[in-house]
């Protein structure tokens, strides 16, 4: 069992450019989520999904997007790559997000964009 | 929203027990999380608190006070490998985490 994983490790890119994080999760998890995290600031939210077929704004959705065709699947693209967007990426999921039910964390992206 | 406030380092000796407070405000509450991070790796899972009181897994315990706005995780016997940093997170009623900025606790020998 892979569990979560993503895709690429890690990642240079030229300002402007698009970039879509892959992030696949073999658990049947109805719930996903996208961090990144940053010196100082702790993970923040980025796009979530409760299940396949939706998605919401976090608390950081400016300049992402996400989409949730399917339960394992949560890719998160950059249109058009900033310097600021330069993070270490998490993909999380979560069997339903509510109860006692905990987030399982992918393994992470590092992105760096010049 | 959320604020969630704890210390940003603590540096304790091997065999010791360490204690590390987080502190909340939040617009809603449905539970909260404890996660360790080793450096340059995912978070993982420790604990999850939803009523008062304390919580105890192991060397691991960790307490909450819903009306203090208040938790804690106390790692007991303290060992090289619980050097990391470690990560407080909120989670309202849409079931979605806040997280702290993590405490990076240093154990030495």
């Known amino acids: 069992i892979a569990g979560i994983t993503q895709a690429p490790t890690s990642q240079i890119l030229a300002a402007g450019r698009r970039m879509t994080l892959r992030c696949t999760q073999d658990?049947?998890?109805?719930?996903m989520y996208w961090y990144r995290q940053d010196l100082g600031l702790g993970l923040r939210l980025i796009h979530y999904?409760?299940?396949?077929?939706?998605?919401g704004k976090g608390e950081v959705p400016d300049g992402y997007s996400v989409s949730r065709a399917n339960t394992d699947d949560f890719p998160l693209t950059l249109a058009s790559a900033v310097p600021s967007q330069t993070s270490v990426y998490f993909c999380?999921?979560?069997?339903?997000?509510?109860?006692?039910?905990?987030?399982?964390f992918g393994p992470g992206t590092r992105l760096t964009v010049l | 929203g959320q604020n969630i406030d704890q210390p940003t380092e603590m540096t304790a000796t091997e065999g010791a027990i360490v204690q590390i407070n987080c502190t909340y405000q939040?617009?809603?509450?449905?539970?909260l999380f404890w996660y360790q991070q080793h450096a340059g790796e995912a978070p993982t899972f420790l604990s999850y608190?939803?009523?008062?009181g304390l919580e105890e897994k192991g060397r691991f315990s960790s307490f909450l006070s819903r009306s203090k706005g208040y938790s804690y995780l106390l790692l007991k016997e303290l060992q090289m490998k619980d050097s990391a940093s470690y990560l407080c997170?909120?989670?309202?009623?849409?079931?979605?985490?806040?997280f702290g900025a993590g405490t990076t606790v240093t154990v030495r020998a």
């Open positions: 608190n939803v009523l008062d």
């Open positions: 997170a909120v989670r309202d009623n849409d079931y979605k985490l806040s």
């Open positions: 658990m049947r998890h109805n719930a």
């Open positions: 939040t617009s809603g509450f449905n539970g």
């Open positions: 999380a999921s979560s069997p339903s997000g509510s109860g006692a039910d905990t987030q399982y």
């Open positions: 999904s409760n299940t396949a077929g939706t998605t």
